[in-house]
């Protein structure tokens, strides 16, 4: 994918979330994994745009053959964007216990999901917004 | 006292958080490791503090590649028991 490939996803997984989290669908589980694959879309923008850096998993593998740690997109995000980590660690979580365990079923969720929207989320994508996007 | 030693250790201060129920940890290598904390409620606040804890963890030890998970379910039974 180029930067932009990855732009237009993230914005297309942006306006998807909200529209999952809102009536009839109050899909939460589903508008925080989208918001989270927005996340991650801005970010391998950032990565590949800045940095020339496409990441081959989410988390560090030991690469037997060469011996050697190849890093995660989560430890990029740590070296190159300490703004938004603590953010997408958050979301990297959420979606996961979202997906596997259907942890944001109930109707309670609705709190989660709009602290995790007006905290983590906003925080994160004012960081991209800066830069245009 | 050893490098797992260490963030065994460090990984107890999850205890003291009302919620936490038990923690397992996964050694990849020596600096790959997967951290599951379990919970059986689904809490904003109280995964923002476990959170809060993991981040600690991260400054001590910043050569080593976390995985940091919450979650219901035990994960694999090689993950050894923390807590």
């Not at chain 1, 996961?96 to 969720?109: F, I, M, P, V």
């Not at chain 2, 050893?2 to 963030?7: C, S």
């Not at chain 2, 940890?25 to 993991?54: M, P, W």
Request: hydrophobic share 40%; glycine share 4%.
């Amino acid at each position: 994918m180029t930067v932009q490939d990855h732009l237009r996803q993230a914005h297309q997984n942006e306006e998807l979330a909200q529209k999952l989290a809102n009536q009839p669908l109050e899909a939460y589980g589903w508008a925080i994994t989208v918001m989270f694959y927005s996340l991650l879309h801005f970010v391998d923008a950032y990565l590949l745009e800045r940095h020339q850096i496409i990441p081959r998993g989410h988390t560090a593998i030991w690469d037997r053959r060469r011996g050697q740690r190849i890093p995660g997109r989560n430890d990029y995000i740590k070296q190159y964007l300490p703004q938004i980590y603590e953010a997408y660690k958050i979301f990297y979580y959420a979606s996961r216990r979202a997906r596997y365990e259907g942890a944001y079923l109930t109707l309670d969720s609705v709190r989660y999901y709009q602290n995790l929207k007006n905290n983590e989320f906003a925080s994160a994508r004012e960081f991209f917004r800066r830069l245009g996007w | 006292m050893k490098g797992l030693e260490k963030i065994k250790d460090a990984l107890r201060s999850l205890k003291k958080i009302d919620g936490v129920e038990s923690c397992f940890l996964e050694e990849e290598t020596e600096d790959i490791i997967h951290i599951y904390t379990i919970t059986r409620i689904v809490k904003y606040d109280l995964d923002k503090r476990i959170f809060q804890e993991y981040a600690e963890l991260e400054k001590r030890f910043p050569h080593v590649s976390f995985e940091f998970l919450i979650t219901s379910q035990p994960p694999s039974p090689i993950a050894e028991v923390v807590f």
